[in-house]
């Protein structure tokens, strides 16, 4: 009999999968890799994101900045790095899907990683002086269908979201305005507030102390439902063209990453969008949440590359 219960307990041991514990990740600080100097807007994004984490992994996130060639430098180191997720990248269309298409460097786009997070963004928006002659998206239409390359918009440089948002919108409509290039919002600003151009483009988070002094006001914005900064504003889609832009920012890591990892860092980020410190940064910053998790984020970032890699082929911006 006792030979026999011997027997039985060794059957079912043996037969049993052994369980195994958790897997303990991270052990270790993860680094998180910029592509843009210290100071910069994406760098006080990402401290901003790596404080957010901070009690919800066991260990920090210290960012390390690789600036240069259009953000893609970074990108180029962190595909570098072993698959282990300790090395996180911080990217935005930009740096992961318009730079590498016109530099024709694949390798560096963002179907080279592992998607984690899309973490927020800043809407694009359209500005106008308080003293514009419309005062709706079908004047300003209707004029700028009468005076071609009347109306002078100010933005960053072409190739560029603030650039794409106006190329959409006068396809979208039949307009013919002048696009006026800058190397950067603050830039555009001042040669719209010197009355060098009729229309300004890019983000809230750059103009909003001129909006408060009423220097500049909002005429319209490029997202898919009416921002919370300024709800009133109507939108592109509100009145029939689909543009729809944000300058949003994310999470990426080298591919092969274990999927165990990756969903726990995917979990850990969601977590710091939802506290209270992160969303009066954001508040503060002008930006909006715009979180997809890794499989969300694959499926949007292909077709954002289609539809981005469209628009930088009408531009002509594309190398060979």
Aim: proline residues 7%; hydrophobic residues 50%.
């Amino acid at each position: 009999m006792k030979l026999l219960a011997l027997a039985l307990f060794v059957l079912i041991a043996t037969a049993t999968p052994a369980m195994t514990a958790p897997e303990a990740y991270p052990t270790r600080p993860i680094t998180f890799v910029v592509g843009f100097a210290p100071g910069g807007g994406a760098d006080v994004f990402a401290r901003a994101l790596a404080e957010g984490v901070r009690g919800i992994l066991p260990q920090p996130l210290v960012v390390e900045n690789r600036p240069g060639a259009g953000g893609t430098a970074a990108n180029a180191y962190a595909s570098s790095r072993a698959a282990d997720g300790y090395t996180l990248l911080f990217a935005h269309a930009g740096s992961s899907i318009i730079t590498p298409i016109i530099a024709n460097q694949p390798l560096l786009k963002w179907d080279a990683f592992d998607t984690i997070a899309r973490i927020h963004g800043e809407e694009e928006w359209l500005m106008v002086h308080p003293d514009a002659p419309w005062k709706t998206m079908e004047e300003l239409v209707a004029f700028a269908k009468a005076n071609p390359r009347r109306v002078r918009v100010a933005g960053s440089a072409i190739g560029g979201i603030d650039s794409f948002v106006v190329l959409s919108w006068e396809k979208a409509a039949g307009i013919d305005v002048e696009y006026v290039p800058h190397e950067g919002g603050g830039p555009a600003a001042l040669t719209f507030l010197g009355k060098n151009a009729e229309m300004l483009v890019g983000n809230m988070s750059e103009f909003f102390q001129h909006v408060l002094a009423k220097r500049m006001v909002p005429f319209v914005v490029a997202s898919e439902r009416r921002s919370p900064i300024f709800p009133q504003v109507t939108t592109f889609k509100e009145k029939g063209y689909d543009v729809v832009f944000a300058q949003w920012r994310s999470v990426l890591a080298p591919s092969g990453v274990p999927a165990s990892r990756i969903a726990t860092l995917a979990i850990a980020f969601q977590r710091a969008l939802g506290s209270d410190a992160w969303k009066r940064f954001n508040t503060n910053a002008r930006a909006v949440d715009l979180y997809l998790g890794p499989a969300d984020f694959r499926r949007f970032l292909t077709n954002e590359e289609a539809r981005l890699a469209r628009i930088i082929d009408e531009l002509g911006l594309a190398r060979r």
